[in-house]
T-cell receptor
Framework: NAGVTQTPKFQVLKTGQSMTLQCAQDMNHNSMYWYRQDPGMGLRLIYY???????DKGEVPNGYNVSRLNKREFSLRLESAAPSQTSVYFC?????????????FGSGTQLSVL | GIQVEQSPPDLILQEGANSTLRCNFS?????LQWFHQNPWGQLINLFY???GTKQNGRLSATTVATERYSLLYISSSQTTDSGVYFCAVGLDTGRRALTFGSGTRLQVQP
C-alpha cells in the first residue's frame, strides 16, 4: 500500500542548477498533479495530467516542465532553479472518473534554492 | 477562478474542547474535500463531501453547496489533532484540479 511516492524528500540546489522531482502512484489513477506549498499558504497547482498522454498548466507553471511518463509516473523538472522556487512540492493523484474523487498526496519534497 | 476562504486562520484549544472550522467558496462546485496536514507535513484526506453531512469518529463535516460553504467539526479535541486543516474545492470537468484555501492552523494544548 505505497500510494503516492515522491523522491527525493529533501534537495538543496544552487541558482541555475536543474533537477527532476519524481512521483509514482500504484493506485491505477488516471489523474496526477503537482502542487507547491509556500510558508503559511495553501497549495497552488503547478501542472496536472488528466490522463496518460496529456499535461496542462495550472496556476503557477512558469519555470517548470512536466512529463507523464506512463500511467504511474509524473515527473516535475526545474530547468534553471531560482530562489523563488524554494518551496515544498507535493505530488497527488486521483482516479479521474466515477463518483468519488478523493485526492491522495505524496509525502512532499522540501526544495531549497540558494 | 474559484476563491476559497477559510476561517479562523488560527485556533488554539485546550484538549477536550470542540471546534468548528469554516470554508466559504465563491462559485458552484461539485467536489469538496477536507485535508489535515500534520506537523510532519503529511496531507491526509479527511472527507470527500461535495454536499450533505458525513462523520468519521470525532470529526464530522457538512457542506451546503447551494450556500457555498462547508463546516468541519472537531469534537473532544486531542493533541494529535494539531496541524493545519485545508479545504479544497473544484469542478469535476476539464482540469479536474482542486483549489485550496489557505488553511486553519489548529493547536491543541494538553
Amino acid at each position: 500500500n505505497a500510494g503516492v511516492t515522491q523522491t527525493p524528500k529533501f534537495q538543496v540546489l544552487k541558482t541555475g542548477q536543474s533537477m527532476t522531482l519524481q512521483c509514482a502512484q500504484d493506485m491505477n489513477h488516471n489523474s496526477m498533479y503537482w502542487y507547491r506549498q509556500d510558508p503559511g499558504m495553501g497549495l497552488r497547482l503547478i501542472y496536472y495530467s488528466a490522463s496518460e498522454g496529456t499535461t496542462d498548466k495550472g496556476e503557477v507553471p512558469n519555470g517548470y516542465n512536466v512529463s507523464r511518463l506512463n500511467k504511474r509516473e509524473f515527473s516535475l523538472r526545474l530547468e534553471s532553479a531560482a530562489p523563488s522556487q524554494t518551496s515544498v512540492y507535493f505530488c497527488a493523484s486521483r482516479r479521474g472518473q466515477g463518483a468519488i474523487e478523493k485526492l491522495f498526496f505524496g509525502s512532499g519534497t522540501q526544495l531549497s534554492v540558494l | 477562478g474559484i476563491q476559497v476562504e477559510q476561517s479562523p486562520p488560527d485556533l488554539i484549544l485546550q484538549e477536550g474542547a470542540n471546534s468548528t472550522l469554516r470554508c466559504n467558496f465563491s462559485d458552484s462546485v461539485n467536489n469538496l474535500q477536507w485535508f489535515h496536514q500534520n506537523p510532519w507535513g503529511q496531507l491526509i484526506n479527511l472527507f470527500y463531501i461535495p454536499s450533505g453531512t458525513k462523520q468519521n469518529g470525532r470529526l464530522s463535516a457538512t457542506t451546503v453547496a447551494t450556500e457555498r460553504y462547508s463546516l468541519l467539526y472537531i469534537s473532544s479535541s486531542q493533541t494529535t489533532d494539531s496541524g493545519v486543516y485545508f479545504c479544497a474545492v473544484g469542478l469535476d470537468t476539464g482540469r479536474r484540479a482542486l483549489t485550496f484555501g489557505s488553511g486553519t492552523r489548529l493547536q491543541v494544548q494538553p
